[in-house]
């Protein structure tokens, strides 16, 4: 498609950045004045010399983490994006792209390491150092509706098969790979 494009990412600092590609099959930045050797470097501070192709927005206009942040996704059916950090006061946060919505600020003691979002179960996983992992109810962030506990170590990912509704997790060790029916433990919380 010749639409609209965005890439999210999270900095060191704790910001959420977003790059709206404005015409992406002509290019995602203005071509450079004079020929350069190697590859094309934008500054952010040279962003608006390429406002043409590419719009930058930074997400809560500073810092959305305490902490630097892990991971960041976009959920085009709700407009919503999720980051998180290693952060106790705001491990993950969940805020509207539009800023027309609720933020939903989410605190786990050691922080968030990684998260995956499944639409069809309404559900949040989050892993972290503690090694646990939590589901959560994308608009409740007092606290998880579960906790799952197994591994002996941090938790590196999780991700939740759509197809089948299983939970994988992943710890640092690579020796523990935990597989929950995600689904069902969703229907006996909620």
């Known amino acids: 498609s010749s639409g609209i494009n965005a890439e999210y990412g999270g900095d060191d600092s704790g910001a959420v950045h977003i790059f709206t590609f404005l015409q992406p099959l002509k290019g995602l930045f203005e071509a450079p004045s004079k020929k350069q050797d190697g590859y094309l470097k ?3 501070k040279d962003l608006a010399d390429h406002s043409q192709r590419v719009h930058y927005t930074l997400c809560m206009g500073g810092a959305v983490h305490t902490d630097w942040v892990r991971k960041v996704i976009y959920i085009p059916q709700t407009d919503y994006i999720i980051s998180c950090s290693s952060s ?12 027309k919505k609720k933020t939903y600020v989410y605190k786990v003691r050691k922080g968030v390491n990684c998260f995956d979002f499944n639409k069809t179960l309404n559900v949040i996983a989050t892993g972290s150092t503690d090694h646990h992992v939590r589901l959560w109810n994308p608009y409740v962030e007092s606290k998880p509706t579960a906790i ?17 509704g299983q939970l994988f997790s992943y710890n640092s060790e690579f020796r523990d790979t935990l597989i929950e029916e995600c689904g069902s433990v969703v229907d006996h919380v909620y």
């Open 42 to 44: 934008i500054y952010f």
């Open 88 to 99: 106790s006061d705001n491990s993950m946060v969940l805020q509207d792209r539009s800023k």
């Open 148 to 164: 799952l506990k197994g591994h002996q170590t941090s938790i590196l990912d999780v991700v939740i098969n759509d197809s089948t």
